[in-house]
């Protein structure tokens, strides 16, 4: 029998990173897959090696690269390949009115297209095996100064309900969506306060809590199809305005 490994794509940094050294905690071995973030990679992948599991980086440009090579080169260094987590992820923003062509096909490119791509090659390569997808709990907005990567992301989402009714019962895809865990670095203290002041729970997330909410979706095997809000209730704060709030 195979050891099981885990193929996670941007793994190298931010929550990607987090994922890879829990995933290794938990006995996974890591493909590690990474595009510019090559220097990242190698100090990730001696930290788990250190952990006593295996590890090997990928290199894998999303924009120009064949993504069933990645796929086929993980399954053929880690034969118990049993774990896809598309964490990869590219952000800019724009108002529609502001938003060009490629600007949609570059966020949609990585934060959608590939992802599913992924997916039917892992299906394709695998008897059995799981899909975890990393969205965003900003899916759950309209906030069009984000349009291009909002949209991308909300359709990750709708492609993680869909193929998780394609691929059920042999491959079991769900996906996270995290809140205010690790704020971008140019965001200052007194944005992320503000954005605290509209999370019912009142506090910011830690990378421990997704760390907690992809070993409940990698453990409960009755759980498919699913979008996991890991944002301290922030993405249910639509309460609106009504009568009773009015002139407050």
Same mark, same amino acid.
């Given at each position: 029998? #195979? ?12 929550l990607?990173? /987090?994922?890879s050294?829990?995933l290794?905690?938990?006995g ?5 897959? !990474?595009? =510019? ?16 599991? @295996? /590890?090997?980086?990928?290199c /894998? ?11 086929q080169?993980?399954?053929? =260094?880690? %034969?118990? +390949? ?8 590219t952000? @800019? ?23 599913? +791509?992924?997916?039917? #090659? ?7 095996g799981?899909v ?9 907005? #309209?906030?069009y %100064? ?14 993680? /309900? ?6 059920a019962?042999?491959? =079991? ?8 865990v +690790? ?7 007194? $944005? ?7 999370? %019912?729970?009142? #506090?910011q997330g830690a %990378? ?7 070993? $409940? +979706?990698?453990?409960?095997?009755? !759980?498919?199809?699913?979008?996991l ?9 639509? @309460?609106?305005?009504?009568s009773?709030n $009015?002139?407050?």
């Open positions: 029998m #195979h050891q099981q490994a885990a193929l996670i794509t941007g793994g190298a940094t931010r990607g990173r /987090c994922f050294e829990a290794a905690d938990a996974y071995d890591i493909a590690l897959h !990474v595009n =510019r973030s090559r220097e990242e990679a190698e100090e990730v992948a001696s930290g788990i090696r250190a952990k006593g599991r @295996e /590890c090997e980086i990928f /894998c440009d999303f924009l120009t690269d064949n993504v069933n090579d990645l796929v080169s993980a399954k053929r =260094r880690f %034969p118990g +390949l049993s774990l896809l987590l598309n964490s990869a992820s952000y @800019e923003p724009a108002p529609i009115a502001a938003t060009e062509l490629a600007m949609l096909e570059t966020q949609f490119r990585i934060n959608m297209f590939t992802p599913l +791509l992924l997916t039917r #090659h892992f299906a394709a390569a695998v008897q059995a799981q975890i997808n990393i969205i965003d709990n900003k899916m759950a907005y #309209h906030q %100064p984000y349009a291009a990567y909002l949209l991308s992301k909300k359709s990750l989402a709708e492609m993680t /309900c869909m193929a998780a009714l394609e691929f019962p042999r491959i =079991r895809i769900n996906g996270i969506a995290p809140g205010v +690790l704020p971008a670095s140019q965001r200052t203290s007194d $944005y992320i306060k503000w954005r605290i002041e509209g999370i %019912p729970l009142k #506090h %990378p421990d809590h997704l760390v907690q909410a992809l070993h $409940y +979706l990698l453990d409960n095997t009755f !759980v498919v199809g699913q979008i809000f890991v944002d301290g209730g922030e993405s249910i704060n639509l @309460e609106g305005r009504h009773e $009015y002139g407050s």
